[in-house]
């Protein structure tokens, strides 16, 4: 996953959400307590997405267990 686009220099936190800010929708991986601050502080949203987490995880699980699988599959 990628860090938050405003706090992530710094705290390191993972981007949650997708948000589309302004007339030229300028995108940002924000975290969710980045994305609560520019709600609170009445930043004008045009879309939020949330960003998938699993994703990554299953990724690496395919990655590890891939071969592992295969190299079973062959043994029987």
Do not use: Q
């Not at 007339?23 to 004008?44: I, Y």
């Not at 998938?52 to 395919?62: D, I, K, Q, S």
Request: proline share 4%; glycine share 6%; net charge neutral.
């Amino acid at each position: 996953m990628c860090r938050c686009s405003l706090c992530g220099p710094i705290s390191h936190n993972e981007a949650d959400f997708d948000v589309s800010i302004g007339s030229e929708d300028r995108s940002l991986r924000v975290c969710r307590w980045c994305e609560e601050d520019l709600t609170l502080f009445g930043v004008k949203l045009n879309r939020v997405v949330k960003l998938p987490r699993a994703l990554a995880h299953v990724n690496v699980l395919a990655a590890v267990l891939g071969p592992v699988y295969s190299l079973l599959e062959a043994k029987a």
